[in-house]
């Protein structure tokens, strides 16, 4: 008769609902006529119990069947769920699942077992009755590093290099932000990316996907005015009020991300920043950088954006390549102080790259 079954705090055995119900007494007798006991039909036992109870011909049912209980219901008691679950689940003619709520009376009312028990029946009948469900691999969370590392992966053009082709270059990939009539690149420009535009831009081979650094700012212009001419859309870098809004995201970011903060292992104060940079100053500039979409993106606008909080400080428009209000954001040597969220971090070649803005 069915080809699914979804069961809402169901009665399977009225035997045991006459004991468990808080009106089984009343209701059963008057809906069976006496109690369990009571001898009819030449036995010892009321027949119509066994007659009227579904359990008594689980046998029959090859349906799928997904059951549902609230754990506080008097008027179907949660064990009847059991008995239905137990039943069907010892014939096996029938696939069968149990979900019961915990604190919940005959009708769910809580907001988010109402959800998973729609979303559960939901499923139940996309996989039996509709044959669309596609089993979900509940070992994997969204939240997890290992997604983070699978979306990250995933922006990688085919030669494993983050960017898109253009024209025979590698050009950085960017995304709308909203409203605005502009696009933000996702990642900084990385070493591969400059390379289509200066041929003589060196680099160690595992590091194409590294944040380019050690350029002026001149040279990040003249890389912005490239793109424009090589792909005929306007390309530029942020200008002053884009970067503040994105200094503002990246302060937020930086202590989670690759700077002093993350760097030392512990919530690194102020006066300890020196005392650490001695420690830093044993190793090569590029030993500290990481390779571009290390960390999670934040979100600016509709924007997912990677290392905004850290790994290197940004060029922008307006500035002296050797003044601090050049730069914005902050790169692997500098310290995120949360009592002062506006000052720009200081310009040191080796940890200022760039992204790019299309409008």
Not at 87 to 97: E, T
Request: contains cysteine.
């Amino acid at each position: 008769m069915f080809r699914a079954i979804g069961a809402g705090a169901g009665n399977v055995n009225w035997v045991s609902d006459y004991g468990t119900c808080m009106f089984g007494v009343r209701f059963d007798q008057s809906y069976i006529g006496g109690a369990p006991w009571d001898s009819t039909g030449g036995t010892f036992y009321n027949r119509a119990y066994i007659e009227k109870s579904p359990i008594f011909r689980m046998d029959q049912v090859t349906a799928p069947t997904i059951i549902f209980f609230g754990s506080e219901d008097r008027a179907v008691p949660r064990d009847q769920g059991w008995e239905h679950y137990r039943a069907l689940q010892q014939v096996g003619k029938a696939p069968v699942r149990f979900l019961w709520f915990p604190d919940q009376p005959h009708g769910i009312g809580k907001l988010t077992h109402q959800t998973r028990k729609l979303n559960e029946e939901i499923e139940w009948f996309d996989r039996w009755l509709f044959g669309t469900y596609e089993e979900p691999n509940r070992a994997f969370k969204d939240d997890s590093p290992l997604a983070s590392l699978l979306k990250r992966d995933s922006l990688a053009s085919a030669d494993g290099y983050y960017g898109i082709r253009n024209s025979g270059a590698l050009i950085p990939e960017v995304v709308p932000v909203g409203e605005d009539t502009i696009s933000i690149g996702r990642f900084h420009v990385t070493n591969k990316q400059y390379r289509s535009y200066d041929s003589t831009h060196t680099f160690h081979p595992l590091r194409g996907n590294y944040p380019v650094t050690g350029i002026s700012l001149d040279d990040a212009r003249n890389y912005t005015l490239w793109l424009s001419e090589h792909t005929g859309a306007s390309w530029r870098l942020p200008n002053s009020d884009e970067a503040a809004r994105l200094h503002r995201t990246a302060h937020s970011a930086g202590p989670k991300q690759n700077t002093l903060n993350r760097l030392a292992g512990y919530d690194i104060t102020v006066d300890e920043v020196a005392l650490l940079r001695r420690k830093i100053d044993l190793l090569p500039p590029g030993h500290l950088l990481m390779e571009v979409g290390s960390f999670d993106p934040v979100t600016v606008g509709d924007a997912e954006i990677y290392d905004l909080g850290g790994n290197v400080a940004e060029w922008k428009e307006h500035g002296d390549e050797h003044g601090s209000d050049s730069v914005y954001g902050f790169g692997a040597i500098h310290y995120v102080d949360g009592r002062d969220r506006k000052s720009p971090p200081e310009h040191n070649p080796g940890f200022t790259g760039f992204r790019v803005i299309r409008e």
